[in-house]
């Protein structure tokens, strides 16, 4: 929830679905870029649960099972938007994601993106899609093994590299610039970061996320 220009997010059991459904052909006209950047948020939801703070094993499947399957759907939607089998792919990578997201605590990564959304108007998947690479990069000496598990689930042999390759081969921005963020703002936006306290495999300092958005930008 949005207010002002902060965002701020929870868990409560009362806003929680009683039934979703995933129907691949309702999902046939959604435009190729918009289904390709909406599959990156819901990566983002499974890479972070892979190096959460206390995970458990059924966090760590389901987030296996969505980065995979949405790396194998998602380069084929942009290719062939009415591939029906990719697109029910991704809808099973989705729910997989929604499932690791549930059960698994949120770190570093999602306070950058809700910041850059709530302070700063960035879009939100397009952000969690370019920033992703870069949480990846700087977390991975504290968290190698699950690294090595995102990485073998993309199919690459480093998971930021291929983070960053996925991004590439679905068209999507890898500039925070791009997205709106101006070079002004990341002292503060740094500031709104590392003054929150949240759950992550490397602490990070104000120089940290300062030099982490730089690159990013």
Request: aromatic letters at 2%; a neutral charge; hydrophobic letters at 50%.
């Amino acid at each position: 929830m949005t207010e002002g220009e902060h965002k701020r997010t929870g868990r409560n059991p009362a806003v929680r679905p009683r039934l979703v459904i995933y129907d691949p052909e309702l999902t046939l006209d959604l435009p190729a870029g918009v289904s390709a950047v909406s599959g990156m948020n819901a990566m983002a939801h499974a890479v972070e649960a892979m190096w959460a703070v206390r995970v458990g094993a059924e966090a760590i499947v389901a987030a296996g099972m969505a980065i995979r399957s949405l790396a194998q759907a998602l380069p084929r939607v942009v290719k062939q938007p009415s591939d029906i089998d990719a697109r029910l792919l991704a809808l099973r990578g989705a729910h997989a994601a929604g499932v690791a997201l549930e059960i698994a605590p949120m770190g570093l990564h999602h306070k950058i993106c809700h910041v850059l959304g709530g302070t700063f108007g960035l879009p939100h998947a397009e952000t969690h899609a370019a920033v992703l690479p870069h949480v990846a990069a700087f977390n991975a000496p504290a968290a190698p093994e699950a690294m090595a598990r995102v990485a073998a689930a993309l199919g690459v042999g480093d998971a930021a590299a291929g983070l960053a390759a996925l991004n590439r081969a679905l068209g999507l921005t890898a500039s925070l610039q791009d997205l709106g963020l101006r070079e002004a703002d990341l002292d503060r936006a740094a500031e709104l970061i590392a003054s929150s306290s949240y759950a992550n495999p490397r602490p990070a300092t104000l120089e940290d996320v300062r030099t982490l958005l730089a690159r990013a930008l």
